[in-house]
């Protein structure tokens, strides 16, 4: 099974990488879970995003499109990182990510979400 793990945004991710001491460690906590999760054969890829103020949204309606400028609301609602993992099921994901540093330096989310397999689109 493949999952889609996102780290959601918040204010501070938003602000960009800040080189804080705090923060380097948090990415050296990162770094030794990420080699866990590649040893265990779970990662397939992942990385950090930058902040929305840097991104691009294209808007379709119809055969027009719009591009709109972030930085974009809601930072909750947003990405700033991500891993693909092949698992066996949504509960060894679930225990990989019980495993997870806090991403961010306050309050995180981090969510989990298969993705469509062939099967499942009857296209086997």
């Keep these: 099974m493949r999952v889609m793990v996102l780290v959601k945004a918040t204010d501070d991710s938003e602000q960009g990488f800040d080189p804080s001491?705090?923060?380097m460690a948090m990415m050296e906590a990162m770094g030794r879970f990420n080699d866990e999760l590649t040893k265990a054969g779970i990662m397939v890829s992942g990385d950090g995003l930058t902040p929305s103020s840097r991104g691009k949204r294209i808007a379709f309606d119809g055969a027009d499109r719009t591009v709109i400028d972030g930085p974009f609301a809601h930072p909750?609602?947003?990405?700033?990182?991500?891993?693909?993992?092949?698992v066996k099921d949504m509960d060894e994901a679930i225990a990989w990510v019980k495993r997870c540093p806090n991403p961010m330096?306050?309050?995180?989310?981090i969510e989990i979400r298969p993705l469509y397999e062939m099967e499942d689109l009857g296209l086997d």
């Design 21 to 23: 001491p705090e923060t």
């Design 76 to 86: 909750s609602e947003l990405i700033a990182g991500f891993w693909l993992w092949n």
């Design 105 to 109: 330096k306050g309050p995180s989310e």
